[in-house]
């Protein structure tokens, strides 16, 4: 990386997290002069004056607000309100801060599931406001978007300099395993394991399999990040992706021959694919930051089975927590 981190103070809201662990990674390479990964067990950023006394206590000249609370498509359906109401809140206080604060540059990172339910594929961020997003995924999507709405309207009105970067769907070394919480690789994964390890010859599978996702592998989505604090200031979001649509079907068939699952896949098509397609336009990245995904899938799959398989009992333990990471 370059000089631009040398003497900075950084504050890496939700450092502890997914995302937050390899963006510390990274950024510890770079050797600034402060790096605070804050988590929710020492401030509630849901909570104003938390959200106050996180910036008194750091001073950061630079914020990456990663903090947030997910699930895949079953935490979305029983928990809506919870999903919308903590991810609004935490946003909402961590950007008027940092304009009270005066902070020098400001990331705020959203999500894919902001987008409409039925985009023109591969997705440009001219899109976002073209229709409302998947129903599963529509309160935590809007309540993130809410977040660029206000770092734009901060930007007229007061002169923030935020930037709003939005990541495909994630996965890597150091994802949530647990049921209540995991996304689809890291849920297809324990599947199979599972399978293997019972002598199970079929596992269920949510949907028909038709859907596809793309897929950004962790340590890229981190640089990506960094890439874009220290080269952009613009006011429009930007996408983060690696430019690889997959089926649904096709993943199962990879992550089952990963982990030696030979059994039948029995598709439950009472429940929901979620968001039909998802493939996004990488190209304002590049264009802007110089960002391009460097990971194949088949190389960060492997890594991701390897670290579980390494780690179960961590990556299966972390549930969704009664306070967001």
Not at 234 to 251: H, S
Request: hydrophobic residues 35%; aromatic residues 8%; negative net charge.
């Amino acid at each position: 990386m370059s000089g631009f981190w040398d003497g900075k103070r950084v504050l890496i809201t939700g450092g502890t997290g997914f995302l937050g662990q390899a963006v510390c990674r990274l950024l510890n390479q770079a050797e600034p002069a402060l790096m605070a990964a804050s988590s929710s067990s020492d401030y509630n950023l849901c909570d104003a004056d938390d959200a106050r006394r996180l910036l008194a206590d750091t001073q950061p000249d630079v914020v990456i607000h990663l903090a947030a609370r997910v699930g895949g498509i079953g935490a979305n359906q029983e928990r809506p309100a919870d999903l919308y109401l903590d991810n609004l809140l935490m946003g909402t206080n961590i950007i008027e801060q940092c304009r009270l604060a005066d902070t020098d540059r400001l990331v705020v990172v959203g999500t894919i599931c902001s987008y409409p339910k039925f985009t023109k594929v591969p997705f440009s961020e001219d899109s976002l406001w073209n229709g409302y997003p998947e129903e599963t995924n529509a309160p935590y999507g809007i309540a993130k978007l809410a977040q660029l709405v206000q770092i734009q309207a901060n930007r007229e009105q007061h002169g923030q300099q935020g930037i709003y970067l939005m990541p495909t769907n994630l996965y890597g070394p150091g994802d949530k395993f647990h049921p209540s919480v995991s996304h689809v690789i890291p849920a297809l994964m324990k599947k199979c394991v599972d399978a293997v390890e019972a002598g199970d010859d079929s596992i269920q599978v949510w949907g028909t399999g038709t859907a596809s996702r793309e897929f950004l592998y962790v340590d890229d989505a981190a640089e990506g990040i960094l890439l874009a604090a220290e080269h952009y200031q613009g006011a429009e979001p930007v996408n983060l992706g690696a430019n690889q649509e997959i089926a649904v079907k096709e993943l199962v068939e990879d992550i089952a021959k990963i982990t030696g699952f030979t059994g039948r896949v029995e598709w439950d098509s009472s429940r929901p694919d979620g968001q039909p397609r998802r493939c996004v336009d990488p190209s304002r990245a590049k264009e802007l930051f110089g960002f391009s995904a460097s990971t194949p899938f088949s190389k960060g799959i492997r890594r991701t089975y390897q670290w579980y398989l390494a780690n179960r009992q961590e990556a299966e333990s972390r549930g969704f927590s009664a306070t967001p990471e």
